[in-house]
């Protein structure tokens, strides 16, 4: 079989150093090895937690390297975040002024309501959720504002959104992306979404930014939970825990939760596990052999460290790691899935010439990786 990707799983040392936000006191980082340190660079980097690293773990002089390497990656990532803020107070302000009713979501929404300490918590993008029959008017005040679809084969549409949640990730000049939504949930979960009227329903002015709309609290636990459990099988890092967690602490020690919601989602097991587990290592200075076990349960068949052979940092196996094969999907499912891509990343219909043309040259480069890979 090719090696489609591959599944990290790391030691303890590493472990406990990338979840020690959740600890009570700081982490005491033992010595490290070159392969341990560039992993722990690479995943940082990755999953944007250099400031949570960096928060909560106490270095010594030789992990200098490593140290240098994370403080930059922070600048980095606050810079960013200064220029995606005031893209996002362009956004808040024009829909506000159009009419259109909205919300963003997950780390957008935390940080709006001062959750976070400015600066610690980082996002990749902004996740805009609108109405369904807001689709084009907020489409056209995206473009207005400066923003275009990433992938520039895109079809300047709004048109083809049968099978996703979000339209193909957009971006402007300053660099920041946007996906626009009209559900919440995949359609491979729920037929109809159970969290986007919700969401709507009940939005609310931030706490910190009252010109930003946000979720209710105890609808932004629930979708983090479902985002990262169902929708991504873990494969966006820790980041959902160091939420949930600073969730909690901000609300005194106590989680505003909506029960049905959470059995609605399918989610109340997942839920459950995460909240004996925060609610142990907060009160913990190092990690207990329960707090362990229960870190195992959560992160039970996980995709949180998934690297694919295109992003692998890595030309040889890191030694404090074992690496396994991991490959989820047969071969005509991996063709199914990039058939359903390709149509809503293009926005284009099943039926045009367009569609079957991106098809046939993206199977062809498929096939030309997996031979090369069988050739290796």
């Known amino acids: 079989m090719p090696n489609f990707a591959k599944k990290i799983e790391l030691d303890d040392t590493l472990t406990e150093l990338f979840l020690s936000f959740l600890l009570d006191t700081k982490y005491q980082v033992p010595t490290l090895s070159t392969e341990q340190q560039n992993l722990i660079s690479y995943i940082s980097g990755r999953f944007l937690i250099s400031g949570f690293i960096l928060r909560s773990c106490d270095f010594n002089s030789s992990h200098k390297s490593l140290v240098e390497q994370l403080k930059y990656q922070r600048?980095?990532?606050?810079?960013?975040?200064?220029?995606?803020?005031?893209?996002?107070?362009?956004?808040?302000?024009?829909?506000?002024?159009?009419?259109?009713?909205?919300?963003?979501?997950?780390?957008?929404?935390?940080?709006?309501?001062?959750?976070?300490?400015?600066?610690?918590?980082?996002?990749?993008?902004?996740?805009?959720?609108?109405?369904l029959n807001m689709l084009d008017e907020a489409y056209s005040i995206l473009k207005s504002l400066g923003f275009k679809y990433l992938n520039k084969k895109t079809r300047d549409s709004v048109k083809y959104h049968h099978f996703g949640h979000h339209f193909p990730p957009m971006i402007n000049e300053n660099g920041t992306k946007l996906e626009l939504h009209w559900r919440v949930t995949h359609t491979s979960d729920f037929k109809y979404c159970p969290l986007a009227e919700i969401v709507l329903a009940n939005r609310r002015t931030s706490n910190a930014n009252p010109h930003i709309f946000s979720p209710k609290i105890e609808i932004t636990i629930a979708h983090l939970i479902h985002h990262s459990f169902i929708h991504h099988r873990m494969s966006l890092g820790p980041v959902f825990l160091f939420d949930l967690a600073t969730i909690f602490t901000f609300c005194n020690k106590e989680w505003p939760i909506d029960k049905d919601l959470h059995k609605k989602l399918g989610i109340y097991k997942n839920f459950e596990l995460c909240k004996i587990f925060i609610e142990r290592v907060r009160e913990e200075s190092s990690f207990s052999s329960e707090s362990k076990l229960l870190i195992d349960q959560i992160f039970k068949n996980s995709e949180w460290l998934r690297l694919s052979d295109e992003s692998k940092a890595h030309s040889v196996p890191v030694k404090t790691t074992r690496i396994e094969i991991f490959d989820k999907y047969n071969l005509a499912s991996k063709l199914l899935i990039k058939m359903r891509n390709n149509r809503t990343l293009y926005q284009v219909s099943y039926y045009s010439a367009k569609f079957w043309l991106i098809l046939a040259s993206d199977i062809c480069v498929f096939l030309g990786k997996v031979l090369g890979l069988k050739a290796k």
Do not use: P, W
């Open 75 to 131: 600048r980095m990532h606050l810079l960013k975040q200064i220029s995606m803020k005031h893209d996002l107070d362009n956004i808040a302000k024009t829909l506000n002024e159009r009419g259109i009713g909205h919300a963003f979501l997950k780390g957008t929404a935390l940080n709006a309501d001062g959750i976070y300490s400015s600066g610690m918590r980082v996002s990749r993008d902004i996740d805009l959720l609108v109405g």
